[in-house]
C-alpha cells in the first residue's frame, strides 16, 4: 500500500509564499511520475504540476505557470511544491498525486493520492 502525506498547507496573505511537501512511503524513483492538483470549494480538481521520473522535467499549468516549481528529493522520497506570489484564487485544497503508468496531467492518470493540504491565500 503505497502513502503519500501532504505538509504544509497554511494561511497566508496575497503575495506570499509556502512549499508544500510530499512524503511517499515508496521509493519515489519508482513512479513514473508525480504530480500536484488542487480543488477549491465547488470546482473540479485543477493540474497544477508533475514531473517526470526518468527525466526531471516538470510541466505546469496555465494558472501557476512562473510562479509554482515542483522538485524532488530521491534520497528522502519527497516533492516539493514551492508557490510564490500567492493570490486569494490560489485558495484550495492541493493533493499529491503519483503514477505508475505515465506522465499525463489528467487526474484519472494517478494511482495513487494524498489526503490534501489546505491552503489559503487571503487578500
Known amino acids: 500500500q503505497v502513502q503519500l502525506v501532504e505538509s504544509g498547507g497554511e494561511l497566508v496573505q496575497a503575495g506570499g509564499s509556502l512549499r508544500l511537501s510530499c512524503a511517499a512511503s515508496?521509493?519515489?524513483?519508482?513512479?513514473?511520475?508525480m504530480a500536484w492538483f488542487r480543488q477549491a470549494p465547488g470546482k473540479e480538481r485543477e493540474f497544477v504540476a508533475r514531473i517526470t521520473w526518468s527525466s526531471g522535467r516538470t510541466y505546469y499549468g496555465g494558472s501557476v505557470q512562473g510562479r509554482f516549481t515542483m522538485s524532488r528529493d530521491n534520497g528522502v522520497n519527497t516533492v516539493y511544491l514551492q508557490m510564490n506570489s500567492l493570490a486569494p484564487e490560489d485558495t484550495a485544497v492541493y493533493y499529491c498525486?503519483?503514477?505508475?503508468?505515465?506522465?499525463?496531467?489528467?487526474?484519472?492518470?494517478?494511482?495513487?493520492w494524498g489526503q490534501g493540504t489546505q491552503v489559503t491565500v487571503s487578500s
Open positions: 498525486a503519483a503514477s505508475d503508468r505515465g506522465s499525463y496531467s489528467s487526474a484519472l492518470s494517478y494511482d495513487y
Open positions: 515508496r521509493r519515489t524513483f519508482s513512479f513514473y511520475s
